[in-house]
């Protein structure tokens, strides 16, 4: 999808707006201090941004007056991936700078928190910062010391960010699941980092019902032995167990916040990938790296600041998460929504922006594609005139989800879709907000990111499919996994196709424009007659159809040479697959992408198995057609529904 192919752009920002963007001002201030190009626009900005990168990020450092207490010898002792060594020297603390808002404006929210009452309640910066300072004075007497783990079993509520804060602010390690993970999905994650305290909530609500998780947190508080505390927050109103301590007990203090000031590569948090295939990785981000980074892109890039509000629909065990929190860093107020994204209807999401009078709406690509199958209108129910920028990821944004925002949103919307990953916790590409946004791409690469498109044979490629890579490092790029001493996994996950350079295992098109098109991921890619597609454009197509609620396609190499590429199908309630409905699927294949990729069978199915954070399974379900045992070929805590896979493996054991 080149600009030939698709020429007028969807939204063009004005000149006004350009001009007001915080990108725009930091090119006019790092052209005058750090030589960067004042002509050119972004893709000047970017291009010295990866040329120059060092001089880059250190004017990214001091555009945003990172506070380093003890200065840095240099911005990259050693470029090579992986092992970048980022700001060797310098010491600071990621929870500082998460709470400066609260030294000029107090009594401003700082959070917004939403339940499914849907009514906003309010923590000031003052009572923020307070609860960091009362419950890191806590952390500390309990004898957390820096580099200790610390687990959170929470949904996104307001407590969840002070424990990250306070965490931080102790230079301990933050890790965190959400509630509805069970405690075999928890322990995998939390058994590895070995936490020595636990903060859990005693149940959750969702979609209008109570959830009670206490079983499962005993369960966790007798398989993590290395626990010295465990921490109630009484969401659901019941008494603390035996030996926890009480939220109220550990938050009522009224202690300056004292902020450990830790290496620029001292660990912050530990993310996890899906996991779908073994013990999930314990991925291991740094305070300075992240810092950094967020800055860059909720600042820059978000163009976040005081005046905004800043929402994105997440849980906990997703990055996004973290991602959203560091709304904290450029002063904005987070609003955290706890509940069910559809609850009591589809278009649920859309009132609590109304009512948190958001500026940034974040969501998923597949939430806008529920909305419009499910005819919601959001500008005609609610009033969105504050929203300047709806953003989606998990998935790639389809081209109707672009027409649909376009037009049920509002004309002059920016539209930002974006891609990157937990193992970075950040964006490869997305939102520019100086830039014109096309139907069905990503505006740009993200400054500081290499971001290039490789054909097998590494060579870069322009309008071609290829592998995503980064080809320099970035500093929240992971310091290491947790428990990988001698690093080979690190490598094995990012480095062994070209040594040297991150692969992220994404398929791309980079446009001769610079935007980014995104198709699947790569180790799931469809592959006939040597004609590559990712399965994300088969799922765009195919589930336009009002009958289908949602798809899986999986591309299977077989013994004898020969190609079977299967599409399941999960139905919406009251559809057949009868032969009309088999032939407009297939039809649709054909017109809309590519002869070669119609599937040689499209079979029903009781559902389309994910991952506990909404990502479909596909490589699993190849391994099982392949003949792998279900043990073997998925890890059963990271499925939302285990059982949607004896399907397939039965499916490979009747197969001739």
Same mark, same amino acid.
């Given at each position: 999808m080149t600009s030939a192919a698709n020429p007028a752009p969807l939204w063009q920002p004005d000149a006004e707006r350009i001009a007001a963007a915080r990108i725009t001002r930091f090119q006019s201030w790092a052209a005058e201090h750090y030589g960067a190009p004042e002509q050119g626009g972004y893709a000047a900005?970017?291009?010295?941004?990866?040329?120059?990168?060092?001089?880059?990020?250190?004017?990214?450092?001091?555009?945003?007056?990172?506070?380093?207490?003890?200065?840095?010898?240099?911005?990259?002792?050693?470029?090579?991936?992986?092992?970048?060594?980022?700001?060797?020297?310098?010491?600071?603390?990621?929870? &500082?700078?998460?709470?400066?808002?609260? &030294?000029?404006?107090? @009594?401003?929210?700082?959070?917004?928190?939403?339940?499914?009452?849907?009514?906003?309640?309010?923590? +000031?910066?003052? &009572?923020?910062?307070?609860?960091?300072?009362?419950?890191?004075?806590?952390?500390?007497?309990?004898?957390?010391?820096?580099? =200790?783990?610390? +687990?959170?079993?929470?949904?996104?509520?307001?407590?969840?960010?002070?424990?990250?804060?306070?965490?931080?602010?102790?230079?301990?390690?933050?890790? +965190?699941?959400?509630?509805d993970f069970g405690a075999r999905s928890v322990l995998d994650r939390f058994q590895q980092v070995e936490p020595v305290v636990l903060f859990t909530v005693d149940g959750y609500r969702y979609g209008g019902k109570e959830h009670d998780r206490r079983e499962t947190v005993a369960e966790l508080r007798a398989e993590l032995p290395t626990l010295r505390a465990v921490v109630h927050i009484?969401?659901?109103?019941? &008494?603390?167990?035996?030996?926890?301590?009480?939220?109220?007990?550990?938050?009522?203090?009224?202690?300056?916040?004292?902020?450990?000031?830790?290496?620029? =590569? @001292?660990?912050?948090?530990?993310?996890?990938? +899906?996991?779908?295939t073994g013990l999930p990785k314990a991925i291991v981000q740094s305070q300075g790296g992240i810092l950094l980074e967020h800055l860059k892109q909720l600042g820059l890039h978000c163009d976040l600041g005081p005046e905004d509000r800043f929402f994105w629909y997440t849980s906990t065990g997703w990055m996004m998460w973290n991602f959203l929190v560091s709304g904290l860093l450029t002063g904005t107020t987070v609003i955290l929504y706890d509940g069910s994204p559809g609850y009591p209807g589809t278009g649920a999401q859309w009132g609590i922006a109304e009512r948190t009078e958001a500026t940034f709406f974040g969501t998923s690509a597949a939430y806008v594609m529920a909305c419009r199958k499910a005819g919601v209108r959001p500008s005609r129910d609610h009033d969105l005139s504050r929203i300047a920028c709806v953003a989606t990821t998990g998935s790639p944004l389809p081209p109707d989800g672009f027409r649909w925002l376009h037009d049920e949103v509002a004309d002059d919307l920016w539209i930002a879709s974006v891609s990157g990953g937990t193992d970075v916790c950040s964006c490869f590409a997305g939102a520019v907000p100086t830039l014109p946004v096309h139907i069905g791409e990503l505006q740009a690469a993200c400054l500081g990111t290499d971001l290039q498109s490789w054909d097998p044979h590494g060579k870069p490629v322009i309008g071609e499919v290829g592998e995503l890579v980064v080809t320099n490092p970035m500093p929240s790029m992971p310091i290491r996994f947790w428990n990988d001493p001698d690093g080979s996994r690190y490598r094995d996950s990012y480095f062994e196709m070209f040594p040297g350079v991150w692969r992220h295992g994404d398929w791309i098109t980079i446009t001769d424009r610079g935007s980014v098109v995104i198709h699947g991921r790569s180790d799931s890619t469809l592959n006939r007659q040597g004609v590559r597609m990712g399965s994300a454009d088969i799922y765009e197509a195919v589930e336009r159809l009002p009958e289908i609620r949602e798809s899986l396609v999986i591309g299977l190499e077989e013994p004898d040479g020969g190609y079977w590429m299967p599409l399941f199908v999960h139905l919406a309630d009251g559809a057949t697959l009868d032969d009309d409905l088999r032939a407009r699927i297939t039809r649709t294949i054909r017109e809309q992408l590519s002869p070669r990729h119609v599937p040689d069978d499209i079979i029903e199915v009781p559902g389309v198995p994910h991952t506990l954070t909404g990502k479909r399974i596909e490589v699993p379900v190849k391994r099982l057609l392949q003949g792998t045992a279900l043990a073997k070929a998925v890890n059963p805590g990271s499925v939302d529904n285990l059982e949607l896979l004896t399907f397939y493996e039965e499916l490979a054991r009747s197969r001739p």
């Open positions: 900005l970017h291009r010295w941004s990866v040329d120059e990168l060092e001089t880059f990020w250190r004017a990214v450092a001091d555009w945003f007056d990172v506070r380093f207490s003890t200065p840095y010898e240099r911005v990259l002792a050693d470029p090579a991936m992986p092992g970048a060594r980022w700001f060797p020297g310098a010491t600071l603390n990621y929870a &500082e700078h998460a709470l400066r808002a609260a &030294e000029e404006r107090p @009594h401003d929210p700082a959070l917004l928190h939403v339940d499914e009452t849907h009514e906003p309640t309010p923590v +000031s910066w003052a &009572e923020l910062r307070r609860q960091v300072g009362a419950l890191a004075a806590e952390l500390r007497a309990l004898g957390v010391r820096p580099g =200790d783990r610390i +687990s959170g079993y929470l949904p996104n509520i307001p407590q969840a960010v002070t424990a990250l804060l306070a965490t931080a602010a102790v230079g301990a390690v933050w890790t +965190s699941c959400a509630p009484p969401l659901l109103g019941t &008494e603390a167990p035996d030996g926890a301590l009480d939220w109220s007990a550990v938050t009522s203090g009224d202690t300056e916040p004292a902020f450990e000031q830790v290496p620029f =590569d @001292h660990p912050l948090w530990v993310l996890y990938s +899906s996991g779908t």
